[in-house]
């Protein structure tokens, strides 16, 4: 019973000195979210209702079915290097960006998939976040990106033409 009370302590007291040794680490990181500076790269789906985050498999059966207008949120250059088969490039970078008016064009019901990179790119959900505000209500944030894509073996096409 004894040994039993003393090896709980020691793992208490070795859980909060690793709590402790954690928040020292990341302080840096704990101070920018104190201040918000992550809340662009998150999303509330209570505000956003109309868009969701999906899958390769998700992303490929709306791609190859034609069920879906796809948007690529890359920078031109990378677009050029290669994209999905189809998909408009619509950059996210930098700020100001505009819809063009074809987009804006199309049904406010139909079905958008937008991607970026993938993994860190966080693009895609600004782009999406716009698209919301334009009045899409079915935006698809494929959130693995064109990497996923490529690693997977799926089409893709190079160049900048724009559908």
């Known amino acids: 019973m004894?040994?039993?009370r003393r090896i709980l302590?020691?793992?208490?007291?070795l859980g909060g000195l690793s709590i402790i040794v954690a928040a020292a680490v990341n302080f840096p990181l704990i101070k920018r979210l104190a201040r918000g500076e992550f809340r662009e790269t998150f999303f509330q789906a209570a505000d956003f209702p109309g868009i969701r985050l999906i899958t390769l498999q998700e992303a490929e059966d709306l791609w190859s079915g034609g069920k879906a207008f796809v948007l690529d949120a890359r920078a031109a250059e990378f677009f050029g290097r290669g994209h999905v088969p189809?998909?408009?490039n619509l950059s996210a970078a930098g700020s100001g960006i505009e819809i063009p008016a074809d987009v804006l064009g199309l049904?406010?019901?139909g079905t958008l998939v937008v991607y970026c990179e993938g993994g860190d790119c966080r693009s895609s959900l600004a782009l999406a976040k716009l698209l919301?505000?334009?009045g899409f209500l079915d935006i698809r944030v494929f959130?693995?990106?064109w990497g996923e894509w490529q690693a997977a073996g799926l089409p893709e096409e190079k160049g900048d033409d724009q559908e």
Request: hydrophobic fraction near 35%; charge should be positive; aromatic fraction near 0%.
């Open 86 to 88: 189809g998909a408009r």
């Open 9 to 13: 302590r020691q793992v208490l007291v």
């Open 107 to 109: 049904a406010r019901s």
């Open 2 to 4: 004894k040994d039993a």
């Open 143 to 145: 959130s693995g990106g």
């Open 132 to 134: 919301h505000e334009a």
